[in-house]
């Protein structure tokens, strides 16, 4: 049975497995159905610290892989299908059907982006196709892109994009949108942004080189074109946290809820870092420190 068991394998993960294994806890961590996360969806990651010209999001994945490898944990490809929390040794069930305990859990499973479910969507993911303007904003410089959605973030998106990009599009499916009503006047009020309202996504349009346009179709059936060259998902993240709900508290979108500035489940010896438990900021660096936290709070919670 090993101290922790890490769950997730994305920068807040192998960052606590690093921090877990250098204070002397035994670790296992397990990969999950993404290895890396979900910073593995972008290419190169420019505004992580210490890459002054960018580096690959699987090289820099592979860094934290390795060097959690090389103070001692154990990273084992498998998927945490259920848990049971209610006692002192927490038990998990894998994928296999074998079932694993630990004195205190990590959990770092991330949250997924949600996407249209198109074809061509899926095609040209990290060709133009993205779903963090943070991210990916800073390669469309001086270009036109879109962002679909209506709500607070995708106004968001949008704003940021407006202060780097010649023009944003924003493809709104209804007539009105759902931001709040001081986002709604910011985005109204820049103008480089175009709303398209009463539109929805047919499909991503692109060539070898990546996204070239997307084919719109408005509410009273018009099929239009817009030519742009990178293409924004802002609908809303799920967080990876349904298995964990009998156990732990998360809000009514699902992150777990920790007790701050603390990485503490409402559960004892059981923590979240990373995406999973953080609804705002969504940023590799944020989850690896996150992650270090966590690390810390777990050795706490052992020696006491």
Known sequence: MKDVIIIGSGPAGFTAAIYACRSGLSVSLYEGLQPGGQLTTTTIVENYPGFENGIDSYSLMDSMRNQALRFGAEII???VTACDFSGEIKSL????GEIVQSKAVIIATGASAKYLGLESEERYKGQGVSACATCDGFFYKKKVVAVVGGGDTACEEASYLAGLCNKVYMIVRRDVLRASEAMQERVK???NIEILWNCQTQE???DQGGVTGARLIRKNGEVFDIEIAGFFLAIGHHPNSDIFK?????????YIVTKAPYTLTSCPGVFAAGDVADPDYRQAVVAAASG???AIDAKKYLSE
């Open 77 to 79: 490809c498998a998927t």
């Open 93 to 96: 069930t894998l994928d296999s």
């Open 189 to 191: 009020s820049i103008e």
């Open 204 to 206: 991503v349009l692109g």
């Open 246 to 254: 009998e156990w732990v508290e998360t809000d009514d979108k699902g």
């Open 292 to 294: 270090a936290k966590a």
